[in-house]
């Protein structure tokens, strides 16, 4: 049986460091694995590894180099075998044309990113908890 794994999508290794405290703590049964470019990104989505074994969850950032992440979700949004997966934008912006279009390109979710560890701690959880348990 293949691992179930969260995808992340983002450039700032804080970030990265950050989540990954925070899952290693308070979400240590699921795996992460991290991208830190758009383009990385996409050229993962055409690997076989993706394909036959995608993740839960996308949790993508807006501000990604290379290609930004509005980019990258159109791009996974027109893959016929994973147009499935949840795609949560966890991004700094509150630009409401970024949210709008995150909605217009098939966005699941559209998430703030906490301004703090606290509320990190607290909301990624909540966010891995919906998408994985609850959300069928």
Request: hydrophobic share 35%.
């Amino acid at each position: 049986m293949k691992n179930a794994y969260i995808l992340s999508i983002e450039d700032s290794r804080t970030d990265i460091v950050l989540m990954n405290r925070v899952f290693n703590k308070e979400i240590p049964n699921c795996e992460v694995k991290y991208i830190e470019d758009g383009e990385s990104a996409v050229k993962f989505f055409e690997t076989n590894q993706f394909v036959e074994n995608p993740p839960k969850c996308i949790l993508l950032d807006i501000k990604l180099p290379k290609m930004n992440g509005l980019e990258v979700l159109n791009y996974l949004r027109n893959k016929k075998k994973v147009k499935n997966i949840p795609v949560i934008m966890l991004s700094s912006s509150d630009r409401p044309e970024e949210i709008s279009e995150t909605y217009e390109l098939g966005g699941n979710s559209y998430v703030e990113k906490p301004k703090d560890f606290k509320d990190l701690k607290q909301k990624l959880p909540e966010i891995i908890n919906y998408w994985l348990n609850f959300n069928k």
